[in-house]
């Protein structure tokens, strides 16, 4: 049993009663809830009781007291100057004055609602879902304890991104209230019953966002683990939700993990996204170091490319773009992969480091590459075409794919936020690519350049039209990348694309190029491994260029 504070402003003693017998009902009947109810049918005795000491639960205001004049709108306002915790809703019985009201009112962020609704069994503000509401509410703003939520206050990481939720004054406890209130809005449960939370930190997101796993049980359930990113940015977090939903619309059933609900917006001016934790699952990273065999890093690459994102590339789903657009980097990138090849310009030549005795060379071919857009063919005509594009994933990469423990191994995809039109070796470069430069090889050999030669080497001849004996070794990270290079004419539907073998060859390097020039970049990733990157990326616009003049029309 609990007892909230609830204010009614009110003149007409039929609706009065209405209210608080209908609401004082749904709480009872649901929750097992009372209402202490203040009632005032004037605006001076509702701004002084709107002033007392102890906040209200929440309040509904009719707009209209006194004869037709508006004078409920002050007691709105003194409502929300009061305090934020305070649920407000504005009843107006003239719904022809409804805009004008509803103006009048604007920039509150108070719901208006004609009187009738609330009579409305089905509506989205009948007394049932206003009651609904005001308890959501009412449970999202109690006092933060250790009773109703937890955290790792021993991991930096967890700390750090409370302290950032909290304000200027990096406030822990305001953090830990605007973390909670946001996921209980993104979980949308209104029947949760004296509802815990425990919060662990993931990552970090894209333009500033966290990252969190949110632990979430009840008295009705056993606990249940879910994915919160929390943010400024809404419009970023509105596009990953779009973008999701394309996804989910385009790949196979439960093979991606799907945001539920809608973005939600705390009054700390913080959005959030949601989204279940795949059961059994880890990282493909994680899976690739940790023992998987061969055979089952092989099946789940063929699984992966061509089961869950074969579709993709279906021929009812082509777009074409110029040549021309597609080699041109974009300024970010021009930015970045200036900035890299100034940094590593004595390594690449250093007899200690990359030891390359066309260092020269090598810069000024990835600087024409990245900065123009430039394949310095013999027969510039042969890249007057255009390519094609397919639907794509957009960021696939080793920690964006969970594995799927069972019987087999499944692939499970998460944040689909660049789900789109993207060239047709896009997803097929970035994961090779990624698992080359994050899985294989990592640790202490990934600081070190004693590996250089070799890697550079077996990075190079990642094409199914070259020799990789040396790439299946023993190691699950190399049948992987063995079965998508050696695979991929299967895996993309060259034929109802009306890519000859020709072109796919040189663009498929192009592409190994162009990311290895993007991926080598990422400030986290080790010197060497950077250096690789950029070595392994001349190396393909050297072959794409060689393949180019061997075209035949």
């Given at each position: 049993m609990r007892e909230i504070r609830g204010l009614l402003v009110e003149d007409l003693k039929q609706n009065v009663e209405l209210i608080k017998s209908a609401l004082g009902f749904e709480f009872g009947k649901a929750w097992k809830w009372t209402v202490q109810?203040?009632?005032?049918?004037?605006?001076?005795?509702?701004?002084?009781?709107?002033?007392?000491?102890?906040?209200?639960?929440?309040a509904i205001v009719d707009l209209h007291l006194g004869e037709g004049q508006l004078q409920g709108v002050p007691a709105v306002e003194d409502l929300v100057k009061r305090s934020e915790r305070t649920f407000v809703v504005a009843?107006?019985?003239?719904?022809?004055?409804?805009?004008?009201?509803?103006?009048?009112?604007?920039?509150?962020?108070?719901?208006?609602?004609?009187?009738?609704?609330?009579?409305?069994?089905?509506?989205?503000?009948?007394?049932?879902?206003?009651?609904?509401?005001?308890?959501?509410?009412?449970?999202?703003?109690d006092p933060?304890?250790?009773?109703?939520?937890?955290?790792?206050?021993?991991k930096i990481g967890m700390v750090s991104v409370l302290e950032s939720l909290g304000g200027p004054e990096g406030d822990i406890e305001h953090g830990a209230a605007v973390a909670r209130s946001l996921a209980?809005?993104?979980?949308?449960?209104?029947?949760?019953?004296?509802?815990?939370?425990?919060?662990?930190?993931?990552?970090?997101?894209?333009s500033g966002a966290h990252v969190c796993k949110v632990d979430y049980s009840d008295?009705?359930?056993?606990?249940?683990?879910?994915?919160?990113?929390?943010?400024?940015?809404?419009?970023?977090?509105?596009?990953?939700?779009?973008?999701?939903?394309?996804?989910?619309?385009?790949?196979?059933?439960?093979?991606?993990?799907?945001?539920?609900?809608?973005?939600?917006?705390?009054?700390?001016?913080?959005?959030?996204?949601?989204?279940?934790?795949?059961?059994?699952?880890?990282?493909?990273?994680?899976?690739?170091?940790?023992?998987?065999?061969?055979?089952?890093?092989?099946?789940?690459?063929?699984?992966?490319?061509?089961?869950?994102?074969?579709?993709?590339?279906?021929?009812?789903?082509?777009?074409?773009?110029?040549?021309?657009?597609w080699l041109r980097s974009s300024a970010i990138m021009r930015l970045r992969a200036r900035a890299m090849v100034d940094r590593i310009a004595e390594i690449l030549e250093h007899p200690a480091g990359a030891n390359r005795a066309d260092a020269a060379v090598l810069r000024r071919e990835i600087t024409d590459f990245v900065e123009h857009g430039t394949l310095p063919v013999e027969h510039p005509g042969r890249l007057d075409g255009s390519v094609v594009l397919v639907s794509g994933f957009g960021d696939l990469h080793s920690s964006n794919v969970l594995v799927q423990q069972g019987r087999n191994p499944n692939p499970v995809l998460i944040d689909a936020s660049r789900f789109g039109r993207h060239h047709w070796a896009a997803d097929l470069a970035r994961m090779t690519v990624d698992v080359f430069l994050r899985v294989r090889g990592t640790g202490v050999k990934a600081l070190?350049?004693?590996?250089?030669?070799?890697?550079?080497?077996?990075?190079?001849?990642?094409?199914?039209?070259?020799?990789?004996?040396?790439?299946?070794?023993?190691?699950?990270?190399?049948?992987?990348?063995?079965?998508?290079?050696?695979?991929?004419?299967?895996?993309?539907?060259?034929?109802?694309?009306?890519?000859?073998?020709?072109?796919?060859?040189?663009?498929?390097?192009?592409?190994?190029?162009?990311?290895?020039?993007?991926?080598?970049?990422?400030?986290?990733l080790p010197l060497p491994r950077g250096v690789l990157a950029f070595v392994a990326g001349a190396h393909h616009l050297r072959t794409a260029r060689e393949l180019v003049d061997q075209l035949t029309f």
């Open positions: 109810w203040s009632v005032c049918n004037d605006l001076t005795s509702a701004r002084l009781k709107i002033a007392e000491p102890e906040v209200y639960d929440f009843v107006t019985g003239d719904q022809a004055m409804f805009a004008e009201h509803a103006a009048r009112i604007a920039g509150l962020e108070v719901p208006l609602i004609i009187r009738k609704q609330l009579t409305n069994d089905q509506g989205d503000w009948a007394f049932p879902a206003l009651a609904a509401k005001i308890r959501k509410r009412v449970i999202t703003h933060v304890d250790s009773r109703t939520l937890l955290y790792d206050d021993d209980m809005s993104c979980l949308e449960d209104v029947n949760m019953q004296n509802p815990r939370f425990h919060l662990g930190y993931l990552t970090a997101g894209k008295e009705n359930r056993s606990p249940q683990s879910f994915v919160l990113k929390i943010g400024l940015d809404k419009r970023a977090l509105e596009h990953e939700l779009q973008a999701n939903r394309r996804a989910a619309e385009a790949l196979p059933e439960q093979t991606l993990v799907r945001i539920l609900g809608e973005v939600r917006t705390d009054r700390s001016g913080y959005s959030a996204i949601i989204a279940r934790v795949a059961d059994r699952a880890q990282p493909l990273s994680d899976w690739l170091r940790s023992g998987a065999s061969a055979t089952s890093a092989r099946s789940f690459a063929h699984i992966l490319f061509d089961e869950v994102l074969g579709r993709l590339s279906a021929p009812h789903l082509k777009d074409e773009i110029p040549i021309s657009q070190l350049w004693e590996d250089f030669a070799e890697s550079a080497d077996v990075a190079g001849r990642l094409c199914p039209r070259c020799d990789r004996t040396e790439l299946a070794g023993d190691e699950a990270v190399d049948h992987f990348l063995d079965e998508v290079v050696t695979q991929l004419p299967g895996y993309v539907q060259f034929e109802g694309l009306d890519i000859s073998a020709e072109r796919w060859h040189w663009q498929w390097h192009v592409a190994l190029a162009k990311e290895w020039f993007r991926q080598g970049c990422h400030p986290d």
